[in-house]
């Protein structure tokens, strides 16, 4: 599965491990559609696949190269480097273009999946009445859990492991967002905002040869819970990635039906104009975190109006998100004529 690659190539896998990264940290959006829509998404999973019994006998006996050439390493090395420099930049910045340009991170992400539902429909049997019917069935699991309400943060690491399992969803299962689902079950703050800023104070302290966080019992307590969830999201993505193996192998154009159906019921949690609604006590007052964050409840839904002219941006936007899920397209196009 190893493949020669030209400089450009893994130039490229770096951006889309970029891109996954970003789109993972975003609650409604899947990286799995990325790798899906880029033209990756099967040499992503098979390669994951590789992480098994027969690869461990390889490490154990320290030959290192052979480990590396089975897993595909080059491949997954290339995408796993975007992703964390991801985390450490393009997250941030999409943090703070969240808080202030709301309305049209949204509207980009929904153009995405827009383009993408058009990208892995145009080329599949839609008048197969078998397709048609896991298509509704995977546009009712999306809708049926986009409208599920939070729970409230728990931060027991045998939990936050079981999350780290359940949360890299996203990465392996088009349409899927597991930051959404992080929401859902209450720890998205805790775990992809409050913990990865932990490690990246973390590491500016260890630059500066400073030791003094091992008594800050708030960021020790942020680490050991990043592990957890860390060591959760590891044995989630090769548990995943065997069964949707197998399943791909087997069963591919239900699956991809299923998919479909995903991305699509995806749309409600996307949907860019909408108002947070967080929760509250008997008294009216907004409940809040351990780390003091507002308790996100869910989102209260709307139509825009066409009088203002920030509608008109959105749109634009829109457009555009469906432009750059072509333009991947267009460049996943060899990619996937390599893989054939």
């Known amino acids: 599965m190893q493949q020669t690659r030209t400089f450009r190539d893994k130039l490229f896998l770096v951006l889309k491990g970029l891109a996954m990264g970003a789109a993972n940290k975003v609650p409604g959006v899947s990286g799995g559609v990325v790798?899906?829509?880029?033209?990756f998404y099967e040499e992503f999973i098979h390669s994951l696949q590789r992480i098994n019994y027969n690869s461990f006998l390889l490490l154990l006996k320290g030959k290192f190269r052979s480990f590396y050439h089975y897993v595909n390493g080059k491949f997954l090395g290339l995408l796993i480097l975007g992703m964390v420099i991801s985390y450490f930049s393009v997250s941030k910045i999409l943090d703070y273009l969240i808080v202030h340009y709301e309305l049209y991170v949204w509207s980009t992400f929904f153009g995405m999946i827009i383009g993408s539902?058009?990208?892995?429909?145009?080329?599949?049997?839609?008048?197969?009445?078998?397709?048609?019917?896991?298509?509704?069935?995977?546009?009712?699991?999306?809708?049926?859990?986009?409208?599920?309400?939070?729970?409230?943060?728990?931060d027991n690491l045998w939990f936050v492991f079981i999350c780290?399992?359940?949360?890299?969803?996203?990465?392996?299962?088009?349409?899927?967002?597991?930051?959404?689902?992080l929401i859902l079950i209450g720890n998205y703050v805790l775990l992809l905002v409050d913990s990865v800023n932990a490690l990246f104070d973390t590491l500016t302290d260890l630059m500066r040869l400073d030791f003094s966080f091992t008594n800050d019992p708030a960021r020790v307590r942020l680490l050991q819970v990043l592990t957890s969830f860390t060591a959760g999201s590891v044995v989630g993505l090769v548990t995943l990635s065997h069964i949707l193996g197998f399943v791909l192998n087997h069963y591919k154009n239900i699956t991809?039906?299923?998919?479909?159906?995903?991305?699509?019921?995806?749309?409600g949690v996307v949907w860019p104009w909408k108002e947070k609604?967080?929760?509250?006590?008997?008294?009216?007052?907004?409940?809040?975190?351990?780390?003091?964050?507002?308790?996100?409840?869910n989102y209260d839904r709307y139509w825009p109006s066409l009088s203002d002219s920030s509608t008109y941006l959105a749109l634009i936007f829109i457009i555009m998100g469906i432009s750059i899920v072509l333009g991947l397209e267009r460049y996943g196009r060899p990619s996937k004529e390599k893989q054939a």
């Open 164 to 181: 780290g399992i359940i949360g890299v969803s996203g990465m392996t299962l088009p349409g899927l967002s597991g930051s959404f689902i």
């Open 35 to 39: 790798a899906f829509v880029a033209g």
């Open 117 to 154: 539902i058009y990208f892995i429909a145009k080329d599949f049997n839609l008048k197969s009445s078998k397709n048609i019917l896991f298509i509704v069935l995977g546009m009712i699991a999306g809708i049926g859990i986009s409208l599920l309400e939070p729970a409230t943060e728990n």
């Open 256 to 267: 991809y039906a299923i998919i479909i159906g995903f991305i699509t019921g995806s749309l």
């Open 277 to 297: 609604i967080f929760k509250t006590d008997m008294a009216g007052e907004i409940l809040k975190d351990a780390n003091g964050n507002q308790v996100l409840d």
